[in-house]
Nanobody, 126 residues
Framework: QVQLVESGGGLVQAGGSLRLSCAASGRTFSVYAMGWFRQAPGKEREFVAAVSRIGGNTYYADSVKGRFTISRDNARNTVYLQMNSLKPEDTAVYYC???????????????????WGQGTQVTVSS
């Protein structure tokens, strides 16, 4: 079992930045690959970014590549999502997730992750 708690969401103007954090407790954090997903009203949950267990590999959705950076600090049991050059279309509830059986073929699929946080709202105004 692992518990995930996101923080750092808020309201920001287009072009601004936010840094989301996801603190994990429970089982050893480093056994999990971590992902960030988002869900806008009326839309399905979509993949944003993922990072491997030790942090050596990162993956991004095309829509955020070059603007967002995922990282993790296993000593602090925390994963981060640095979001720069935010756009109104980035507005959504952002969720972090933990998965223990991720591969190159499934890191973008929500059902590959067994544990989820409660989400944090990000609103980007134009």
């Amino acid at each position: 079992q692992v518990q995930l708690v996101e923080s750092g969401g808020g309201l920001v103007q287009a072009g601004g930045s936010l840094r989301l954090s996801c603190a994990a407790s429970g089982r050893t954090f480093s056994v999990y690959a971590m992902g960030w997903f988002r869900q806008a009203p009326g839309k399905e949950r979509e993949f944003v970014a993922a990072v491997s267990r030790i942090g050596g590999n990162t993956y991004y959705a095309d829509s955020v590549k070059g603007r967002f950076t995922i990282s993790r600090d296993n000593a602090r049991n925390t994963v981060y999502l640095q979001m720069n050059s935010l756009k109104p279309e980035d507005t959504a509830v952002y969720y972090c997730a933990a998965g223990s059986a991720l591969t190159l073929n499934n890191y973008g699929v929500p059902r590959s992750y067994g544990y989820w946080g409660q989400g944090t709202q990000v609103t980007v105004s134009s």
